[in-house]
């Protein structure tokens, strides 16, 4: 079992609407939570970094992580056509020594219908 | 623009070609790493480096080295190229808000 899993989609939603995408993780050493954006042909991007659990909010965009049920959400309210993009979500921290690298799930492919 | 530099972003190699990708970056992060991206295997980490001097295995090794002499700089190598190493590779440098990635060197190995 893949420690943070993710549906890959495609998730297809019209402008406007507001999306949720949604990952677990089965690691409970987990301490720091990312969502990245990544756009085709290009690196990923960082869009929130959260740690512990709870909300955290920042222009369209909110994070959501619940550790007492691995899971973690992310929102996007009033969704453009420029949102379209593939999203990862990634885990890490807790391991202690130095493998504090993430550990990513495999993306899911978000379209924003115009 | 400050950030993590990747070059080549393009190589075709023949099988049993080595070559070193490149990576640099100017924000004086202790932590850089590598990762490499397949179709429906999403991010996975191959080598990473807590400073000048220190690296140590990911979760894909086999194949890759690496070093890190500077701070700035933390190259990877690939000893003998195979198929299975096509691939997108990232690099990436941490802080304490996150990571961030380089543009990506898309291999192919023939």
């Known amino acids: 079992q893949k420690e943070v899993e993710q549906d890959p989609g495609p998730l297809s939603v019209p402008e406007g609407a507001i999306v949720s995408l949604n990952c677990t993780y089965s690691n409970s050493a987990f301490q720091y939570f990312m969502w990245y954006r990544q756009y085709s042909r290009k690196g990923p991007e960082l869009l929130m970094y959260?740690?512990?659990?709870g909300n955290k909010e920042d222009g369209r965009f909110t994070a959501q992580v619940d550790k007492s049920s691995k899971y973690i959400s992310l929102f996007i309210r009033d969704s453009q056509p420029s949102d379209s993009a593939t999203y990862l979500c990634?885990?890490?921290?807790?391991?202690?020594?130095?493998?504090?690298?993430?550990?990513f799930g495999k993306g899911t492919h978000l379209i924003i219908q115009p | 623009n400050a950030g993590v530099t990747q070059t080549p972003k393009f190589q075709v190699l023949k099988t049993g070609q080595s070559m070193t990708l490149q990576c640099a970056q100017d924000m004086n992060h202790e932590y850089m790493s590598w990762y490499r991206q397949d179709p429906g295997m999403g991010l996975r980490l191959i080598h990473y480096s807590v400073g000048a001097g220190i690296t140590d295995q990911g979760e894909v090794p086999n194949g890759y080295n690496v070093s890190r002499s500077t701070t700035e700089d933390f190259p990877l190598r690939l000893l003998s190229a195979a198929p299975s190493q096509t691939s997108v590779y990232f690099c990436?440098?941490?802080?304490?808000?996150?990571?961030?990635f380089g543009s990506g060197t898309r291999l192919t190995v023939v």
């Open positions: 990436a440098s941490r802080d304490n808000y996150g990571y961030t």
């Open positions: 990634a885990s890490g921290g807790g391991t202690g020594g130095g493998a504090d690298g993430l550990t």
């Open positions: 959260t740690y512990s659990s």
